[in-house]
C-alpha cells in the first residue's frame, strides 16, 4: 500500500488506496479545503494532497505541516480537478513525523540561489534543482554500468592510495598515516617516509588507468568507476579536488575501435536519461539551459565527425574566427578550439585524433610518423572536451623510450613494462570525468552542484 | 565474427566460423596435431584450439605460443572428440602477439602460493583462482547495484575527502596539500592546518553513512558503494586499509525494515552470483573451500533467525560450548560467539538485535528502555558479522545527549543534527564491506586476494 509518489504520478488510478510518505513542499489553506505537496524525491513533481474542511484535527494538521515537515499520509487517489496534475490525493489521515519551523527552516518557497545552496549542502538536496541533478546523475551511473555489463566488461576497483607518482597527471595529494605535528626524519632530516603506514610515500590517485591495463590484459575487456584527486588550486566552474572517473580499457582494440566505443557509450549515456528521466531533463530545458535536450538529441542521432589533429589545425586556420589563443600545429588545442570545430564547424561532436607526442602522455601510441600519437579527445558542443583516450604503446623498447623521454624512470614501472614484456597485446581505453558528464547533461553551470559533497580549495564541508 | 570465450564455451554451434583473442595458458603438441588452450578471462575454462600438422607455419606457431602468449586465433568450431570440454576451435589462423619467455615468464603451469601471487599483482589476475574470484567480485558488485535500482534507491557518492573525525570508528589517514618536510606552524608551533589545501585538517573517509542521511531525507532510498579507509595497524587476513563498503539509507523505516531489506539483499546477491557464474562458485567449492556452495544455498533458502542481544546471551550462557572470551550481558559479542549462534545453534544467518548502548555509535537509537539501541548484526555461518546496521536517532534532544556523553561536540556535527531539526523521520541503515562479501562467497582465506591491488601496513604496491 506504500507507494513510492513517481508511480503514483505515472500509473496511480483513481480510487485507489495509497500511503505515502515525504516531505511537504508546500500548503495552501483555502478554508473550505486545503492543498499540501508532498515530495518523496523520487520524482521532481510533487503529489498534491487535499484536506477536506471537515478532515479530523483539519487545523492542527495545517498548523504542522510547513515546508520541510515530513509526513505521511493514507487516502485515495481521485483525478484532479485543478491545472497541472493528472491525479491527486484526498486524505483520510496525514500523520506529522517532523515539523520544520518555518521561522528558521532555510529552504523556504522562494528561489535560491546555487551559492546560497552550496552552504547548506545537507539540506539541498530537498530543492526541485538539486533533486533532479541527482537523480539524472544516479541514471547516468546506472547507465555507464549497463553499457559496460551488457558488453562483457569487468568493474574492477582501482586503488585510491597509491605509490604511484608517475603519470604526471597534476598535482598529487599526500596520505599519511604521520601526526603532522611530528613528522620522522632521517639522519640528513629529510622526511622518513620508511616508517609511514605503507612504508613510503603514498598519495591519492590521479587516474585508474595504468591498473585497468593491468587488469585488462587478464579479462580482455574492464572498466574503472571511481573516485579521483586533483590538489591543483584551481577555484574555477569546472574544476573539483575529488571527482569520479570512468575508464574503460580494452585488449585486443585499437584507436579506430577505441572511437567506436566512445561513441556508442555516450550516445547510451545521453538515450537512457533522456528516456528514465524526463521530466527531470526537461526541468533543466526549462529553467537551467534550453539546449540541453537539443544537444543530447544531436549526440544521439548524428554520427560523430572524425578528423586528425593536423586536419583540425588547418580548419581552424582557415576560419575566420578570432582565436584568444594561437592556432599552430605543435600547440594543444584550447577551449574555444574545441568549442568552434564542434559547435561553428560541424554543429556535432568532433573525434579529434593523432596528436602532437609532445603534448600527450608517455603511454599513447607513437604513430609510424615518429610526430604523433594515437591519441583521441571527443569534443562536444556546448563544452568541449568530455572524453580523452588513446591507444597505448604495447611495445617494450618503444615505452622505455617514451618514459625516459620524459625523464622519468623505467624501473619505478617495472610491472606496467612487464604487460609488455609478457603477451602484450594492442590496447586501448578512454577516460571521462563523471561530474563534467553530468554537468554537460543537465547544463548546470558549477561542477559544484552536480556532485553531492563537493571538495575544492578551502572547502570540504559536511 | 569475434566472440568472446564464454559465449562459445555457452553457446557455440560446429561449423561457426569464429575469431577469438586471449592468452595462451597450456600447449601440447601430439605432433600429428597440437592443442593450445586459450584464456580470454570472460570464462574460468579456456577455448581448446586444434592446430593440425598440416597447419601453416605449425612449427613457428608452437614455438611462439607459450604459456602467457597473447594470440588471435580464426577458424572453425568442431565438437570435441575429448573430454572435458563441448566444444573446441580447428584453428585456420593464428597470429601471435606478444610472446612470453618460458625462461623468465613467472606464471607457468604450476600452481602457485597466494603468498607468491601477491608479489606479482600485475599478472596474478591471469591465473584460474584471481580470474574466478574478480568475475564473482563484478558480479557480486552487478548485483549490488541491480538490487537497489529496481527499489528505486538513488546510488549516493559521498566524499572520500572528509573534515569529520567524529565518528570514531577507527583510525584515520591525513589527507594534506603539505610537502611534509616543511610543514607550516602556528606562532604555537602546532600544525597550521589553515594553511592545507582544505583549510582544515583532512582525512580519508571511514564511513559515507552521515552524508547518506542528507541524501535519504531528500530522496527516501540511496545507498552508498564506495571505497572507505582505515589506518589501523591490522596486518591479519580479514582487514585491508582501504576497502569498499555499501551502506544504504532509508527514510521511513524502523529496525525490522531494515533487518527485512538486509536480509533480501543478501539472498539476492548469492542468487545472482550462483545463476550467473556457476562456473567460478563450482570451482571455488572444489579447489578453495567445500563448504562455499552450501553456504550461498543456507543464505539464499533459509528465514534468517531473529534474536534480540539478550537472548543471545542467555542461548550462550546456556550453550556448552567452551568460548575463550567471556560471555556477559554488557560485552561486545567475539567471533566465536557468533559463529556459535549461526553455525552450530542455528545452522544459518542469525540477526542479533537491540544491543546494550554502552558498546553502540552515538547515531543508533535508543530504546524505551534506555539500556538498549536499534542496532542489529547479521551472522553467518562460516563467517561471523556480515552486515551492521541500526535505525537512528532521529530525535533531536537524545542525539544531542548521546554525542555529549561520548564526549563529542554537537556544533561539530551541526548538520547533521540539523536533519533532526527539519522533518525529521524515523530511518534506517546498515553497512557491509564489499571484500568481507566477495570472501565468504568465494571462500579465499585472505581478503587481499579478493581485490584487485590491496592496501595493508607497509604495503601499497602497483
Known amino acids: 500500500m506504500h507507494k513510492r509518489i513517481i508511480d503514483i504520478l505515472r500509473h496511480g488510478q483513481p480510487d485507489e488506496s495509497v500511503l505515502i510518505q515525504g516531505w511537504v513542499r508546500t500548503k495552501r489553506d483555502l478554508k473550505r479545503f486545503a492543498f499540501i505537496e508532498v515530495n518523496d524525491g523520487s520524482a521532481l513533481a510533487s503529489l498534491q494532497v487535499v484536506l477536506n474542511a471537515d478532515f479530523p484535527e483539519y487545523e492542527s494538521v495545517l498548523k504542522q505541516a510547513n515546508t520541510g515537515a515530513s509526513v505521511e499520509v493514507t487516502g485515495k487517489l481521485v483525478a484532479s480537478q485543478g491545472k497541472g496534475q493528472r491525479i491527486e490525493l484526498q486524505a483520510q489521515s496525514v500523520k506529522v513525523y517532523g515539523e520544520a519551523d518555518p521561522e528558521v527552516y532555510p529552504l ?161 549515456i545521453f538515450k537512457y536519461v533522456l528516456e528514465t528521466c524526463p521530466e527531470d531533463m526537461e526541468f533543466f530545458n526549462q529553467r537551467i539551459d534550453n539546449s540541453v535536450i537539443a544537444t543530447a538529441e544531436n549526440i544521439i542521432h548524428n554520427q560523430f565527425e572524425r578528423i586528425t589533429y593536423t586536419e583540425a589545425i588547418t580548419l581552424l586556420e582557415k576560419s575566420n574566427a578570432q582565436f584568444e589563443y594561437p592556432v599552430k600545429w605543435g600547440l594543444d588545442l584550447q577551449s574555444e578550439h574545441e568549442r568552434y570545430l564542434a559547435e561553428q564547424l560541424f554543429k556535432k561532436p568532433v573525434i579529434v585524433s593523432d596528436y602532437p607526442v609532445e603534448i600527450k602522455a608517455f603511454y599513447m601510441r607513437l604513430n609510424d610518423d615518429e ?92
Open 108 to 268: 523556504q518557497k522562494k528561489r535560491h540561489s546555487f551559492e546560497f545552496l552550496r552552504t547548506i549542502g545537507h539540506l539541498r538536496s530537498r530543492t526541485n534543482s538539486l533533486g533532479a541533478v541527482f537523480r539524472v546523475r544516479n541514471a547516468c551511473a546506472t547507465a555507464v554500468h549497463q553499457f559496460f555489463q551488457e558488453r562483457g566488461f569487468l568493474w574492477v576497483h582501482t586503488p585510491i592510495i597509491t605509490r604511484n607518482d608517475c603519470e604526471g597527471a597534476g598535482e598529487l595529494f599526500t596520505v599519511t598515516g604521520f601526526d603532522l605535528k611530528d613528522v620522522p626524519r632521517t639522519e640528513t632530516q629529510d622526511v622518513d617516509f620508511s616508517q609511514d603506514f605503507f612504508g613510503g610515500k603514498a598519495y591519492l590517485t590521479v587516474s585508474g588507468q595504468l591498473e585497468a591495463e593491468v587488469m585488462a590484459m587478464a579479462f580482455s575487456n574492464v572498466y574503472t568507476f571511481g573516485p579521483t584527486f586533483r590538489a591543483e588550486n584551481s577555484n574555477t566552474s569546472r574544476h573539483l579536488a575529488e571527482f569520479w572517473m570512468i575508464e574503460p580499457e580494452m585488449a585486443f582494440c585499437d584507436l579506430q575501435g577505441n572511437m567506436d566505443l566512445a561513441e556508442a557509450f555516450l550516445k547510451h
Open 371 to 462: 610526430k604523433t600519437v594515437a591519441a583521441m579527445d571527443i569534443l562536444a558542443p556546448k563544452i568541449g572536451e568530455i572524453v580523452g583516450g588513446s591507444q597505448r604503446e604495447e611495445r617494450l623498447d618503444v615505452l622505455e623510450r617514451r618514459i625516459k623521454a620524459q625523464g622519468m624512470n623505467p624501473a619505478d614501472l617495472w610491472w606496467y613494462l612487464d604487460l609488455r614484456r609478457y603477451g602484450t597485446v594492442p590496447h586501448a581505453g578512454f577516460g571521462l570525468g563523471f561530474e563534467r558528464l553530468v554537468q554537460f547533461m543537465t547544463g548546470m553551470g558549477n561542477i559544484r552542484d552536480v556532485i553531492p559533497f563537493p571538495r575544492s580549495p578551502l572547502s570540504a564541508e559536511f
